[in-house]
């Protein structure tokens, strides 16, 4: 009875764990492949979850901050989605390797073409962006999410430390320290060659795994043999004793 009474108390808290969690994983949210370093660049997804159970999400629009833009911004091409970029020009040109850019993308919209994400799917929106800036911690994004019922959301609330979370967050990228050997300055081609060289270590790897399993099999071959001679051993010293006695045991 008391098993049954513990089970069934850790379903129910199991339960309330997932409810409790679930807004945290619906909203639209933006997330690194690897890392964001401060004044490097970085390929992110932004991370959209249909909530809806009668609507498919056909539209989604991405806005990049004015107060840190970004010289270079790179969506991916998606099957099924329009892409069309929007660009703004900048109160105070930025200057990025010797020369003045006058304007900036301040908008990514993908609307689709087909479907778009139908009910209990998540779609990811890859772009290439850079330079990140040096002097913050974090990129706001705001976002807007469409649905085929024409209903709206709009992922605009800046989330505070140390507050609770807002209703409708705003996709929010954390960034990194710097790092001056790879990311500091690079550009997205080479930030995509680092990616393609990182996908050639597999073969090296799976060298490494077979070592591994080569070098296992010593081991156990050599411990068995350690066994084997253990149990020699054994039945020879207790060999030994019972000739022994019985040769005492002949003489008296």
Same mark, same amino acid.
């Given at each position: 009875?008391?098993? %049954?009474?513990?089970?069934g108390? *850790?379903?129910?808290?199991?339960s309330?764990?997932?409810?409790?969690s679930?807004?945290?994983?619906?909203?639209?949210s933006?997330?690194p492949?690897?890392?964001?370093?401060k004044?490097?660049?970085?390929?992110?997804?932004? &991370?959209?979850?249909?909530e809806r159970?009668?609507?498919? +999400?056909? &539209?989604?629009?991405?806005?990049?901050?004015?107060? +840190? $833009?970004? %010289? %270079?911004?790179?969506?991916?091409?998606?099957?099924?989605?329009?892409?069309?970029?929007?660009?703004?020009?900048?109160? /105070?040109p930025l200057?990025?390797?010797?020369?003045?850019?006058?304007?900036?993308?301040? /908008?990514?919209?993908?609307?689709a073409?087909? /479907?778009?994400?139908?009910?209990?799917?998540?779609?990811q929106?890859?772009?290439?962006?850079?330079?990140? $800036?040096?002097?913050?911690?974090?990129?706001?994004?705001?976002?807007?999410? +469409?649905?085929?019922?024409?209903e709206?959301?709009?992922?605009?609330e800046? $989330?505070?430390e140390?507050?609770?979370? $807002?209703?409708n967050?705003?996709?929010?990228?954390?960034?990194?320290?710097?790092?001056e050997?790879?990311?500091?300055?690079?550009?997205?081609?080479?930030?995509s060659?680092?990616s393609?060289? /990182?996908?050639g270590?597999?073969?090296?790897? !799976?060298?490494?795994?077979?070592?591994?399993?080569?070098?296992?099999?010593?081991?156990?071959?050599?411990?068995?043999?350690?066994?084997?001679?253990? *149990?020699v051993?054994?039945?020879?010293?207790?060999?030994?004793?019972?000739?022994? &006695?019985?040769?005492?045991?002949? !003489? %008296?």
């Amino acid at each position: 009875m008391n098993v %049954s009474r513990l089970v069934g108390a *850790v379903g129910v808290a199991g339960s309330a764990v997932l409810v409790l969690s679930s807004p945290a994983f619906a909203h639209v949210s933006v997330q690194p492949e690897g890392t964001a370093a401060k004044g490097g660049y970085a390929l992110v997804n932004f &991370r959209v979850p249909n909530e809806r159970d009668n609507a498919s +999400t056909t &539209r989604l629009e991405v806005n990049f901050p004015a107060d +840190t $833009p970004l %010289s %270079s911004v790179m969506p991916e091409k998606i099957e099924g989605w329009k892409i069309t970029i929007t660009k703004s020009k900048l109160a /105070k040109p930025l200057e990025v390797h010797g020369r003045q850019i006058a304007e900036a993308v301040s /908008k990514v919209t993908w609307t689709a073409e087909d /479907k778009g994400i139908e009910p209990g799917f998540v779609q990811q929106f890859p772009v290439s962006v850079g330079a990140l $800036p040096e002097n913050a911690d974090q990129i706001v994004f705001k976002a807007i999410q +469409t649905y085929s019922n024409k209903e709206v959301v709009r992922w605009i609330e800046v $989330p505070k430390e140390g507050a609770e979370e $807002p209703e409708n967050p705003a996709p929010v990228l954390a960034l990194s320290a710097a790092d001056e050997g790879h990311s500091h300055g690079a550009s997205a081609e080479e930030t995509s060659g680092e990616s393609s060289e /990182k996908s050639g270590d597999a073969e090296p790897a !799976a060298t490494t795994t077979e070592a591994s399993d080569s070098s296992d099999g010593t081991d156990t071959t050599a411990r068995v043999l350690g066994v084997v001679g253990i *149990v020699v051993g054994a039945a020879g010293v207790a060999y030994g004793v019972l000739a022994g &006695r019985r040769r005492a045991t002949d !003489a %008296s």
